[in-house]
């Protein structure tokens, strides 16, 4: 089982094998955990985020149809559940920080590298994490979605209920001012 396919786990998981679900928890959480928490303002909005989704997976098993890859439907899940959210409190995405007020994501430094550029490299994750931040929400979804989740252009659309040509400006305008900001466009 844990070599089957996305969409034959669901499938298991609607007719009752538990386990089935168990796999594709374990595939899937870390990506849409990232998701929700890049997408909301703080850790504990992205933990809600992330069970209610998981619950409405749980709930929607006996009604899924195989029609589109598993993550799409997944991710279309996810996405709903974020506008039902941006609706009710607005976003602003900060920087992901731990308890201490600190980010979260630090460049590591390898055997060769100068302490210079472990420098250069935090700075550059600040900007980028900024950049994002910036983004309005349609190209940061699209962003994020192509970038967290291994989305394609045609997924993303199908996921956000869009087509792909918006899909695809979408990424392409987020790329675009994400390179600017960085200083690499």
Same mark, same amino acid.
């Given at each position: !089982?844990?070599d089957?396919?996305?969409?034959? &786990? !669901?499938?298991?998981? /609607?007719?009752?094998? /538990?386990?089935?679900?168990?796999?594709?928890?374990?595939?899937?959480?870390?990506?849409?955990?990232?998701?929700? &928490?890049? =997408?909301?303002? =703080? +850790?504990?909005? *992205?933990?809600? &985020?992330?069970?209610?989704?998981?619950?409405?997976?749980?709930?929607? +098993?006996?009604?899924?149809? +195989?029609?589109?890859?598993f993550?799409?439907?997944l991710?279309?899940?996810a996405?709903?559940?974020?506008?039902?959210?941006?609706?009710?409190?607005g976003?602003? $995405?900060?920087?992901?920080?731990?308890?201490?007020? @600190?980010?979260v994501? @630090?460049?590591? /430094?390898?055997?060769?590298?100068?302490?210079?550029?472990?420098?250069?490299?935090?700075?550059?994750?600040?900007?980028?994490? %900024?950049?994002?931040? %910036?983004?309005?929400? %349609?190209?940061?979804?699209?962003? $994020?979605?192509?970038?967290?989740?291994? !989305?394609?252009?045609?997924?993303? *659309?199908?996921?956000?209920?869009?087509? @792909? @040509?918006?899909?695809? =400006?979408?990424?392409?305008?987020? !790329?675009?001012?994400?390179?600017?900001?960085?200083?690499?466009?």
């Amino acid at each position: !089982m844990p070599d089957a396919a996305d969409e034959d &786990l !669901m499938l298991a998981y /609607a007719g009752g094998d /538990a386990g089935a679900f168990d796999v594709l928890y374990n595939r899937h959480r870390g990506a849409v955990f990232r998701l929700m &928490l890049r =997408s909301v303002k =703080s +850790r504990g909005e *992205a933990e809600e &985020l992330f069970q209610d989704i998981w619950m409405r997976v749980i709930e929607a +098993r006996e009604r899924y149809v +195989r029609t589109a890859k598993f993550t799409t439907w997944l991710y279309t899940v996810a996405h709903n559940r974020l506008i039902d959210h941006w609706r009710k409190k607005g976003l602003t $995405l900060v920087p992901v920080e731990n308890e201490e007020g @600190e980010p979260v994501v @630090e460049a590591v /430094a390898g055997p060769f590298d100068e302490p210079h550029r472990v420098v250069e490299a935090r700075a550059t994750l600040g900007q980028l994490e %900024a950049a994002i931040a %910036a983004l309005p929400e %349609a190209q940061r979804e699209a962003f $994020l979605l192509h970038h967290e989740c291994d !989305m394609t252009v045609p997924e993303i *659309a199908k996921a956000t209920g869009t087509n @792909e @040509e918006a899909a695809k =400006s979408r990424l392409r305008y987020a !790329m675009d001012k994400l390179k600017k900001a960085v200083g690499d466009g």
